[in-house]
C-alpha cells in the first residue's frame, strides 16, 4: 500500500473556506466552518498518537474531510504500515469527533482513518438527488473515489448507524475492497412494519424497541423539512436546543471534558447548510425506515466476507436485524455482538469494550 501522504491530494487545513458560513443572518445563528474547526480542535487535541488531518480532494473538487491516526510509539512503523487500515464511518449528523474515545486504541496496532461523510461535519455540502437510489449512490461514489484518493487497497470496513447502511452498500459494490465489515447499531436494515389486517391476521410486524423522544423528534420534522432545519431555525436557541434534547452526549464524555464541548460539537456539525441531511431524507421514510431497506439487499454480499454486526444491549435499534443477517447469509461468517449497558453509540457508551472488540476483529483480518 502506498503511503497516505504521497497518495492523497491534500489542501491546507487552514486555508479560507469561502463558503464556509451559511446563514440568511448570520448573527442569528452562531455557527460557521471556523466554530467547528475550533471545537473539533479541541476533541482532537486529546489524542497523542500521530494525527494527520487534512481534506481529501475528489476528482470533481468535492472535498472529504479525512483523519489518520498512527502509533508514533511503535518501534517498526513499516510493521504497522502494513497492517489493514481501519476505516470509521459515522452515523447521521455526527463527524469524526465523536470518535475520540476509539482512535487512540485502535490506531496501536494498525492505520486508523476516519471522515466527515459528503453533506457532513468539515466534508463539502453539495446539492443532493430527491431520488433514494441515486442519493445512496452519490454516498457512496464519494466514498470510493475518497478510498482511490487516499491510495487504499483493502480495509476493515466500520459504519456506524447511517454509516453502517452506507459501508454496507459500499461493501456489495466494491467487495474487493473490504476486508471484514463491521456494521455497530446499523440503520435501515428492515422493511418497515405493517398493520394487522382487521382480523387480526396480517404480515409479521418488526419488534422495534420505543424510540426515544429525540428520534420521535427528528421523524416528526422529516415528514415537514429536513430532518435538522428545526436546529437551523431555533437561532440563537439551537445550542440550547441541543444540550436539551441531546443531554446524553455531554454524558457519555464528561470525563474528558467538563464544559458543553461535545454537544457545541453536535451543533456546529448540524447547524450548517442543509445537505447530507438532504440524501438521508430522500432515502428515508416516517420514522426513519429505509426506503431501500439493506435486509432486501444483504445476500449480495459476497459470503467470503466477514461480517460482525455489534448492537448496543439497550439501544433503540432493533437487533433482531442481525440475526436476520445471519440468516439470509447462511454459511457465510456472520456474528451478532450485544454490548451491555450501551445504547446507540455503543463506542462511547462502552468504549473499552468496543476497541477490544474491534481490535479483535482486525487482528483477525492480518
Known amino acids: 500500500m502506498d503511503s497516505p501522504a504521497t497518495t492523497a491530494p491534500m489542501q491546507n487545513d487552514c486555508e479560507t473556506e469561502s463558503s464556509s458560513i451559511w446563514s440568511w443572518w448570520p448573527s442569528w445563528r452562531p455557527t460557521s466552518m471556523s466554530l467547528l474547526k475550533t471545537t473539533e480542535s479541541k476533541i482532537l487535541s486529546c489524542i497523542q498518537n500521530d494525527l494527520w488531518a487534512r481534506f481529501v480532494t475528489l476528482p470533481n473538487q468535492e472535498r472529504i474531510w479525512t483523519l489518520t491516526v498512527t502509533n508514533k510509539s511503535v518501534t517498526k512503523p513499516t510493521e ?14 455526527g463527524g469524526v469527533g465523536l470518535w475520540i474515545r476509539n482512535l487512540e486504541a485502535l490506531s496501536r496496532s494498525r492505520p486508523v482513518y476516519a471522515f466527515d461523510l459528503l453533506g457532513f461535519g468539515r466534508s463539502s455540502r453539495p446539492s443532493f438527488p430527491s431520488d433514494a437510489e441515486k442519493a445512496e449512490e452519490k454516498f457512496i461514489a464519494s466514498i470510493e473515489q475518497w478510498r482511490q484518493s487516499v491510495g487504499l487497497e483493502k480495509m476493515v470496513l466500520l459504519g456506524h448507524s447511517l454509516g453502517g447502511y452506507l459501508a454496507t452498500s459500499y461493501a456489495i459494490q466494491y467487495p474487493s475492497r473490504v476486508s471484514h465489515l463491521i456494521l ?12 394487522p389486517t382487521q382480523d387480526g391476521q396480517g404480515a409479521d410486524v418488526a419488534k422495534r424497541p420505543a424510540l426515544p423522544r429525540w428520534v420521535k423528534g427528528i421523524a416528526t420534522v422529516v415528514s415537514f423539512f429536513n430532518p435538522l432545519a ?7 436557541w439551537g445550542p440550547g436546543l441541543v444540550n436539551r434534547f441531546r443531554p446524553d452526549f455531554k454524558r457519555k464524555f464528561e470525563d474528558m471534558f467538563e464544559d458543553d464541548t461535545m454537544t457545541q460539537y453536535i451543533y456546529h456539525c448540524n447547524a450548517q447548510a442543509p445537505s447530507g441531511e438532504v440524501g438521508f431524507r430522500a432515502m428515508s421514510e416516517s420514522l426513519g425506515w429505509a426506503k431501500r431497506p439493506m435486509l432486501q439487499r444483504v445476500h449480495l454480499l459476497p459470503p467470503s466476507m466477514p461480517v460482525t454486526m455489534l448492537y448496543g444491549a439497550r439501544s433503540w435499534v432493533d437487533s433482531s436485524s442481525g440475526e436476520s443477517v445471519a440468516q439470509i447469509r447462511k454459511q457465510a461468517h456472520t456474528k451478532v455482538l450485544m454490548i451491555d449497558d450501551a445504547s446507540h453509540h455503543v463506542y462511547a457508551d462502552q468504549p473499552e469494550e468496543f476497541n477490544r472488540v474491534v481490535e479483535n476483529i482486525t487482528k483477525s483480518v492480518d
Open 230 to 236: 428545526v436546529i437551523r431555525a431555533a437561532g440563537p
Open 184 to 195: 455497530v447499531d446499523p440503520w435501515g436494515f428492515p422493511e418497515r412494519s405493517q398493520p
Open 80 to 93: 504497522q504500515a502494513s497492517k489493514t487500515p481501519l476505516v470509521m464511518v459515522h452515523g447521521f449528523g
